[in-house]
């Protein structure tokens, strides 16, 4: 009889305990520490201590032994009181040694009342209190006074948008008869495309200045001529059609296609990987990215190439010496071990990289270094032209700069294009593993491997069929006149593969569709003797790589040569910058709207491996529905 009252009275204590956790739970979830009068919660401790169970036996009964797993539970997390805390989500830690929410009473087993009722009274009564608790909704953790596991270690947070794009204004209307030279450096760069991109996909506006029409141009593939053999680095083509946002407008189209080198027959590279590792660079969608998107191109080195990898952040650092490419799980174990931390001195990086990258020089072969990073230097050499300066020095030794962004929030783009300008390299904008792959594995030639330096175009317009002319893009690529000559000044540069492409938007002599007024005191036409069937003569200037001097090709435009309709690479084109433009705010086209730019990309009929017209088309819509109606510069609002 006395052991059968002893198993039924560790029963009811392991029911009491149990049912003393829940409404210890429940108490935590509803009281403030203020409702708990000290009076009350020493009566309720010296209760506890009086009616206190022994623990259970190990050889218990299952319910038992869970009724005293339950109470081991309870004393892991339940903590002593606490003192109040100073701001909300502050942890303090407990008795025990795990943390309870600021804000919150922390509660003990020792809180919890006992009533000294009889035992079935009592068992009854604790039958009830756990149907009533079944019936309600679960505290949560934070509520119940339970601590949460430690979080990671929270990611990068920008507490402003600082993102920095170069102001420009759109090319202007040049009348022939006054300025028929135009003349501008070429550019290869995406950069600007594929930032618009990502901030399409979040649903934000692009600020125009964001907006590089070349880029967006330059983006796509057009398929142009490709040169026959390398004897001739690249190959310059034209397009002459009737512009499709006005047909008594035309639209000239220079494809430059550059001689494209198998992967395999790349000379030997010698890459420094120069990776930004400063603290705001901690965000998913920087070096979490970075890492992955440099693995890939870590995969397609080969034994000859060398592999370097410097860091930096408050200071700069070598990760990994000159390695060779074939040893692949070194490189990508270097990689793996980068974290972000501390702020930026790009300076140094910058000048580490250049040394580690002379170390390691291979003559005749690809000496490059690859930049990282968000753009945002604030320690040690920050002024952008003391940068600009630094690298430009250093291209000189043969090295070429190619930059990398990523990230939103503080990302510098107006620094990291003008470093790949001024470095011989090209920039480009990491937003997905998909852009990463682009980039870095399938345009890896072009990417790193230069087949022609300080590439420069100079048109000249004939006056005589010519009235009006407008360069589309490349604002920040315009160059003197006197600057076509002269080998001393910088261009850009293409590599194996690479296409350029630029637009001028043409309006012909006696066409009703001119922009500039009449002069008052009227012009002179000029004509040239036996040049009346040229639209136009096309001047190209480049230099091999390792010399100083530049060769000359030149390419009549004819008249004769004009097509009745664009051809699909040129719709497809005129389809890219409209959209730059619309997004700019759609001051330049007449009479297009988003319907229209819309309907001419979706009738091109061009091969799509890669999805990117399709993404096109996409972004279009994407744009129109969260930008709106469009507003030209004469105010009236394009119909779509």
């Known amino acids: ?141 934070l509520s119940a006074g339970i601590a949460p596991p430690p979080p990671a270690p929270p990611y990068y947070s920008q507490p402003a948008n600082t993102e920095k794009y170069a102001e420009r204004e759109d090319n202007p209307v040049v009348r022939a008869s006054e300025q028929p030279l135009s003349t501008f450096s070429i550019d290869v760069d995406t950069g600007s ?60 189209m220079i494809g430059i296609k550059g001689y494209d080198v198998p992967k395999q027959t790349l000379p030997p590279a010698n890459l420094v990987f ?7 660079m901690n965000s998913p969608d920087k070096l979490p990215l970075l890492k992955s998107a440099f693995a890939m191109l870590a995969k397609q080195l080969r034994a000859q190439d060398r592999i370097s990898i410097v860091v930096y952040a408050g200071s700069a650092g070598l990760v990994l010496p000159p390695t060779p490419g074939d040893r692949q799980q070194e490189i990508l174990d270097a990689l793996s071990r980068l974290e972000a931390g501390g702020s930026t001195n790009g ?144 261009a850009g540069d293409i590599g194996a593969g690479h296409e350029v492409t630029a637009l001028y938007e043409i309006t012909p002599a006696g066409s009703q569709a001119t922009r500039l007024p009449a002069l008052r005191y009227g012009e002179k036409t000029a004509t040239a003797a036996g040049k009346d069937g040229e639209i136009a003569n096309l001047k190209l200037r480049y230099k091999r790589p390792g010399e100083d001097r530049s060769q000359l090709i030149e390419t009549p435009v004819l008249r004769s040569a004009q097509r009745a309709v664009a051809s699909d690479p040129m719709r497809m084109a005129a389809s890219v910058a409209a959209f730059a433009d619309a997004l700019r705010g759609g001051s330049q086209y007449d009479g297009w709207g988003w319907d229209q730019i819309l309907a001419n990309a979706r009738g091109v009929r061009l091969d799509d491996r890669w999805g990117q017209r399709a993404e096109f088309v996409r972004l279009v819509e994407r744009a129109k529905a969260q930008i709106g109606e469009l507003k030209p510069a004469n105010g009236v609002a394009v119909s779509e």
């Open 1 to 141: 009889m006395q052991a059968s009252r002893r198993s039924s009275s560790v029963r009811c204590s392991a029911h009491a305990l149990s049912a003393a956790l829940l409404a210890a739970l429940a108490l935590s979830a509803c009281q403030s520490s203020g409702d708990i009068s000290s009076s009350s919660s020493a009566k309720n401790r010296a209760d506890a201590q009086a009616h206190h169970a022994p623990p259970a036996p190990v050889n218990a009964p299952a319910s038992e032994a869970a009724a005293s797993a339950t109470v081991a539970t309870a004393n892991q997390f339940l903590s002593a009181p606490s003192e109040p805390a100073k701001s909300v989500g502050a942890y303090k830690a407990g008795a025990s040694g795990q943390t309870a929410p600021a804000g919150h009473e922390s509660l003990t087993l020792d809180s919890v009342v006992a009533t000294g009722a009889p035992v079935d009274a009592r068992a009854k009564q604790e039958r009830r209190e756990v149907k009533r608790m079944a019936l309600q909704p679960m505290p949560s953790a």
């Open 274 to 280: 120069l990776i930004d590792t400063s603290g705001s």
């Open 347 to 490: 300076g140094d990086g910058i000048r580490l990289a250049y040394a580690t990258a002379k170390q390691a020089f291979v003559k005749s072969g690809v000496n490059r270094v690859i930049l990282a990073t968000d753009g945002d230097f604030n320690v040690g050499t920050v002024d952008n032209n003391a940068l600009e300066t630094l690298v430009s020095d250093q291209r000189k030794s043969g090295i070429a700069l190619t930059t990398l962004g990523f990230g939103t929030g503080n990302y510098n783009d107006q620094l990291s294009e003008k470093l790949a300008d001024v470095g011989d390299g090209n920039h480009a904008y990491i937003d997905t593993l998909q852009e990463a792959r682009k980039v870095l594995v399938e345009e890896m030639g072009s990417t790193l491997m230069t087949i022609a330096r300080d590439v420069k175009i100079q048109i000249e317009f004939n006056p005589a069929q010519v009235a009006e002319y407008r360069l589309i893009g490349y604002e920040n690529r315009l160059l003197k006149r006197e600057d076509f000559t002269n080998d001393k000044v910088d």
């Open 193 to 252: 495309y594929a930032n618009v991109r990502r901030m399409l996909n979040d649903g934000q506006r692009p600020p125009a200045d964001a907006v590089r029409a070349e880029e967006f141009i330059n983006y796509f593939d057009y398929g142009h001529a490709a040169p026959a053999s390398p004897a001739t680095p690249f190959k310059v083509s034209t397009e002459l059609a009737p512009a499709p946002w006005n047909a008594q407008r035309q639209l000239l």
